[in-house]
Each structure stands twice: as C-alpha cells, then as structure tokens.
C-alpha cells in the first residue's frame, strides 16, 4: 500500500471515529433553543492572569454607528467597537497587527498573513488598508467574497445562498451551534463542538450551493475560524484552563438570544465582564494544526490542495500552496491599483518574510510564484469579479439589532431578515 492510500485511509478514520453531524435528531434541541441555553451556563475559567483582563481601562465598549464599517470578522469587529481599532472600521497593516496581538493574543505570523492578504485583494496597497465591512460604493472591505472571506464559515451564510450576506450572523447556524455546544460534557464551544459545526456546515454547502468556491487562501481562512472560536474567545487560555463557555462566545460574536422568538439577534461585537485573553500568543503553526487534526478529519470536503490525500500535506506545505498563489491575487485587486502591484507583492513578501514566512523557511522559493490558480474561476457565477447586482445591493457594512436566517437557505434568499 502507498503512502497516499494509508494517509487517506487514516484520515477516513478519522472522518469515521469523529461524531457525525445528526441536525435532524437535533430538532427537539433546536426547537427549544431558550431551554438549552439555559444548560450551557456557569462554567469557570480555572486560571487567569489578571495582565490578560480585556478590555483596558479607556478602551470601553460603544456601538458603531451606521456609518461605521463591520463586517464577517467578529474579532475585528470587536475590536474596532472597543477603540482598540479605529471605531469607523477603516484600518490599517499597523493597527491591525498590534490591536490583534493587544486584544486577543494573536501571534504575529498569523495576523501578517490574514492582513497582508486583505490589504491586497480587499483594500488599497498606496495606505496599506482596508476597511472591515465593505468599502465606499460597496466595493472592496472584508465582505468582498472569496478573496478573504470564504464560503462554509462557523456562523454566516454562504455568499451565493445568502444572496450577497456573507456577513451578518446566521441565526439559525449559531442555533445549530448552540445545540452542539450542548452535547460537549462541559457544555462549551470546544474544538469537538466547532468540528461538529463544520462538518455539518460542509455538508449542507456542498448539497446545496452549486457555486461553492474554495480558493486555497480564503478556505483555510474558513477553516481556522472553527478554531478561533475555542482558542481566542475562550475566557482565560484554551487547553491551559480557560473555558470557551456559551457567555464568552455568544457576547464576542454578537449573538443575542430573543427568549420569545427563540432565534437569535445579531448585536454589536462586545467582551463579557470579567473576560481574560489567552495568556500565550496563538500563531500559524497551532493554527494549521489544529485545522488539520481536529476540524478537518470531521469532514472531508474536497480543497485545492496538492497535497490532499498524502502525506505531504502538513502545515507547511500548505503555507506553501497559500504564499505561492499570493502572486494570483494580483487579478483581484480592486480598481486603480494597478500600477502598484509589482511593488505590493515585493511589500508583501517582506512583510511575511518578517514574521517567518519566507522561501527559504518554507522550502518553497519566490520563483515558483503562481499565477494560475486563481484567475480562471475569478469571473464565473458567485466568483469574486463578477458579482450579480441584487448581490451587491446586500454587500453593505453590518447592520445590527436584527435577526437574520431564521431557516436554511436551501436557495439564494435575498430577503434574509426574520423576525420569527
Ligand atoms: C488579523 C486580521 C484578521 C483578518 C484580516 C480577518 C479576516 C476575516 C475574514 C475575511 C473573515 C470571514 C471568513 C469567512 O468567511 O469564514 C473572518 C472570520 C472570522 N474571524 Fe477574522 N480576521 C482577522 C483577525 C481575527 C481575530 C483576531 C479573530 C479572533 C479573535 C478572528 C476571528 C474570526 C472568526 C471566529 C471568524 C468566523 C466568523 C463566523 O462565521 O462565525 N479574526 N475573519
Ligand atoms: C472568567 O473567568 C473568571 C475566573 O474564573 C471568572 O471570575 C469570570 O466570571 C469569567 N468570565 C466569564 C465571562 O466567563
Ligand atoms: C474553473 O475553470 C476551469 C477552466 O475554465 C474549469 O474547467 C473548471 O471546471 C472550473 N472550476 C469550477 C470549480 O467551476
């Protein structure tokens, strides 16, 4: 047998030994979403340094504005609603790095190459920035699709069955979410409970959007969000003590339970009282990680790695597969950058060769840069340059105190409010 068939076989057995979604054996726990939240409260962080209390004195929490830009990130979000980014969302590589670090402990690689990518394909390369949400015109910002932001997220609807919204919270994922939580002995959003939401997640996506788009940059982005759910909205440090417990995660994300409608309504971004970052900063490799061993194996949706299937693929060879493509990003830069593209590439390399990420550390040199992966697909239905119009009617910036997707959208559903 080869290497490859073992690898395969290993990771069927994951896939097997994992739980499997059962969404309808779940319906008596979704229909009764206010009794099981009520179960999920209580759990206590066992350690915390009060150093990591967030947030700082000064750095108090107020909620955007409409003019503010939000979009699918919740940490940023976050971040941006308690000063540590600049409240009207507009940001800049700067400000992002160390407000992540600051806030939330996330470790400099992974923040370089989350921002460097989205200053690229989303922002503008002259002020390297961007905006959280959508940028002026609804061009641009965070929201746009398949660049950075991917289908099959933790708790937002695909771009192409959202008919556009990509970016407010889904009710009825986070409701899926919650009764998944509720299986977790200690009623907590671990890496188990965010497995079970991706696999879940994936299969509803491949059964249901046709154009289910997964680039090798935005699809690991996806996939890590399952994992930054335990590992940075924990209060205290996940793995070390720290609780990913239903008042941490539901307060970070913005979703507030409606006891009388039983959905829940998307709120401003905020920290819990009393909440404690991981005391250790979270980085690339623990990241891929945890993506590859805990999330990934619960469900095997096809992606646009070489390597898939051998036993080649590991953290970084994947980090390879995503440098190597940072020159198809060139494509997908907004309007009227064009003339600095050149320039943004060598930036970009140095900014990732800053925190690690170089050819020579990956093994992967600056000469095999490709363009190709990217680019034939860019322009078909629901892909990043050809966006339908009702789709970009519905790309503005987040608008909160609503409930959004009560149901599934088996179909593109463009009228995505409910109020149950
Ligand atoms: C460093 C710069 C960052 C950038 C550019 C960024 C960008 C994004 C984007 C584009 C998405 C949408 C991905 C998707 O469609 O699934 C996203 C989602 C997400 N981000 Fe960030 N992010 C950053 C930092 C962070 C931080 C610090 C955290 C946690 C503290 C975080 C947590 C998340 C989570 C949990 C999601 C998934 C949301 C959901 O669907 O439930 N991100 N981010
Ligand atoms: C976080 O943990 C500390 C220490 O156990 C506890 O006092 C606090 O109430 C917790 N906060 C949240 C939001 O769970
Ligand atoms: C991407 O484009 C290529 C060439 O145009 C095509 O053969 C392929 O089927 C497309 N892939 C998807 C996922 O649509």
Sequence with gaps: MTGKEDFLRTLKEQRDAAPQPQVE??????????????????SIAQSVNPDNRRPEEG??????????????????????????????????????????????????????????????????????????????GNVGGLNRHSTVEADVSPNRE??????????????????????????DANKEFTLETMAKQWAANAQFSQDNNPFLYFFPFPSIVALGAYAFYPNFFSNGTYGDGGVANFESISSIIGAKLNEETGEFEYVPERWPENWYRRSTPYGVIPA???????????????????????????????LCVIYQGLQSIQPLALEGQTRSLTGAITWS??????????????????????????????????????PPTDYVENAGNNVFGQTYFCEAPTEPTCNNECSA
């Excluded at 800049?92 to 200053?119: C, H, K, P, W």
Aim: aromatic letters at 8%.
């Design 288 to 318: 891929l990680t945890d993506v590859l061993t805990r999330i990934y194996p619960a469900y095997l949706l096809p992606m646009p790695f070489g390597q898939l299937g051998s036993d080649n693929l590991s953290p970084q060879t994947i």
């Design 158 to 183: 695909d771009y192409y069955l959202g008919c556009g919204d990509n970016h407010h919270i889904s009710s009825r994922l986070f409701k899926q979410n919650t009764a998944f939580a509720s299986e």
């Design 349 to 386: 390399l140095g900014k990732l060769a800053d925190v690690g990420l170089s050819d020579t550390i990956l093994g992967c040199p600056t000469s095999t840069l490709s363009n190709d992966w990217l680019v034939a697909n860019a322009s078909m239905a629901g892909g990043p340059l050809n």
């Design 59 to 136: 750095y108090e929490f107020i909620a955007p504005g409409p003019d503010d830009s939000r979009g699918p990130c919740p940490g940023l979000n976050l971040l941006a609603n308690h000063g540590y980014l600049p409240r009207d969302g507009f940001v800049n590589y700067e400000q992002v790095v160390e407000a992540t670090s600051r806030g939330f402990n996330m470790g400099a690689d992974l923040s370089t190459l989350l921002t460097v990518f989205s200053i690229l394909a989303n922002g503008d390369i002259a002020d390297q920035s961007f905006y959280l949400g959508s940028g002026p």
């Design 25 to 42: 054996k779940r319906q008596g726990l979704l229909d009764n979403v206010v009794g099981a939240v009520g179960g999920l409260l209580g």
